[in-house]
């Protein structure tokens, strides 16, 4: 079992930033990967961000430029950095642990909100 604790979600302008942090209770070394996704209400989650242990990364299409993925091994922690926020990014952002080998775990959920 894997626990993730997200923080940083909120209401922001449009142009603002926000910073998402999300620890797990197991080692990041565990994980194939972490990341983030969202969902918007009657829509698929669909995957913002992603970090390998080996710190490689991957971007939806529409985020590059504006956010970015980051981990602290040492704190289990990984952050999405988001900037330039527009209201097309609102949404439930939820973290995601993928378990070598084992099952995927997801976080709680944090709501951001971008005000036009």
């Known amino acids: 079992q894997v626990q993730l604790v997200e923080s940083g979600g909120g209401l922001v302008q449009a142009g603002g930033s926000l910073r998402l942090s999300c620890t797990a209770s197991?080692?990041?070394?565990?994980?194939?990967?972490m990341g983030w996704y969202r969902q918007v209400l009657g829509k698929q989650r669909e995957l913002v961000a992603s970090?390998?242990?080996?710190?490689?990364?991957r971007y939806e299409d529409s985020v590059k430029d504006r956010f970015t993925i980051s981990k602290n091994n040492a704190r289990n922690t990984i952050y999405l950095e988001m900037n330039s926020l527009k209201p097309e990014d609102t949404a439930v952002y939820y973290c995601?642990?993928?378990?070598?080998?084992?099952?995927?775990?997801w976080g709680q959920g944090t709501q951001v909100t971008v005000s036009s």
């Open positions: 995601i642990y993928k378990l070598i080998g084992g099952s995927d775990y």
């Open positions: 197991r080692s990041i070394f565990s994980a194939n990967f």
């Open positions: 970090i390998t242990v080996g710190g490689s990364t």
